[in-house]
C-alpha cells in the first residue's frame, strides 16, 4: 500500500539552528509529494510540493527535493525562528487517486 | 480570493445523535475532500466528491457520510456518534490532485 514516514517527535531546537524532518515514502505508482504545517487551533497550510524526481520544493526558507532513489523528501530549513514552532506533515497524493496520504506528523518547537 | 470556510469551528454533541458540518471551497474548485484529525490516528480520509459524485471512501463505517452539491458546497454527516468520533474534521478543495489541497481551519467535534 502507500504510506508516509516522519521521523519521530517532538523535535526542539534553538533560534537559528538548522532542521532537518525527515520523510520516507511508499507507493504502487509515482507519487506527488507535500509537506504541510499546522499552528495551533488552525488547519493545514501547504507548506511545498514537488511533482516528480529530482524536484525541489521550497517556500518560507524551507526546502525539500523529491529523491526518487531513497524515496525520501526531508524537510530542512538553514535557519529556524521561534514563529515556525509548529506540527509538520508530510504527504503523497497518486494521480487518479483523489486523497492524500499523511505521515503521523513531526511537532516542532523552536525556543529562543 | 477567499478559502475553504467551514461551519461550525466547533461543536458539542451527545452520544447517539448526529451531526452535519459544512464546508465551502475556493471559487472554482470542484473537488473536496474530507478528512478526520485525531491524537491517536492522525489524519485520516474519509471521502471526496467531485463534480456531486463521491470518487473515493475511506475506511470508515457507514454512520459517516457526505454529499456535494451543484455549486461544489459540500456537507458531511455523521449519525450515531460515539465517543471516538470527537476529533477535527478538516475539508479541503482542489482543482487537481497533484496540484495540492487547500485546507479550511476544521471543525472541532466533541462527542459527550
Known amino acids: 500500500g502507500n504510506s508516509v514516514t516522519q521521523m519521530e517527535g517532538p523535535v526542539t531546537l534553538s533560534e537559528e539552528a538548522f532542521l532537518t524532518i525527515n520523510c520516507t515514502y511508499t507507493?504502487?505508482?509515482?507519487?506527488?509529494l507535500f509537506w504541510y504545517v499546522q499552528y495551533p487551533g488552525e488547519g493545514l497550510q501547504l507548506l511545498l510540493k514537488?511533482?516528480?524526481?529530482?524536484d525541489k520544493g521550497s517556500n518560507k526558507g524551507f526546502e525539500a527535493t523529491y529523491r526518487k532513489e531513497t524515496t525520501s523528501f526531508h524537510l530542512e530549513k538553514g535557519s529556524v525562528q521561534v514563529s515556525d514552532s509548529a506540527v509538520y506533515f508530510c504527504?503523497?497524493?497518486?494521480?487518479?487517486?483523489?486523497?492524500?496520504?499523511f505521515g503521523q506528523g513531526t511537532r516542532l518547537t523552536i525556543n529562543p | 480570493k477567499a478559502g475553504v470556510t467551514q461551519t461550525p469551528r466547533y461543536l458539542i454533541k451527545t452520544r447517539g445523535q448526529q451531526v452535519t458540518l459544512s464546508c465551502s471551497p475556493i471559487s472554482g474548485h470542484r473537488s473536496v475532500s474530507w478528512y478526520q484529525q485525531t491524537p491517536g490516528q492522525g489524519l485520516q480520509f474519509l471521502f471526496e466528491y467531485f463534480s456531486e459524485t463521491q470518487r473515493n471512501k475511506g475506511n470508515f463505517p457507514g454512520r459517516f457520510s457526505g454529499r456535494q452539491f451543484s455549486n461544489s458546497r459540500s456537507e458531511m454527516n455523521v449519525s450515531t456518534l460515539e465517543l471516538g468520533d470527537s476529533a477535527l474534521y478538516l475539508c479541503?478543495?482542489?482543482?487537481?490532485?497533484?496540484?495540492?489541497?487547500?485546507f479550511g481551519s476544521g471543525t472541532r467535534l466533541t462527542v459527550v
Open positions: 479541503a478543495s482542489s482543482s487537481g490532485s497533484l496540484d495540492g489541497y487547500t
Open positions: 514537488a511533482t516528480k524526481a529530482d
Open positions: 504527504a503523497l497524493s497518486l494521480q487518479g487517486a483523489q486523497k492524500l496520504v
Open positions: 507507493a504502487t505508482g509515482y507519487p506527488s
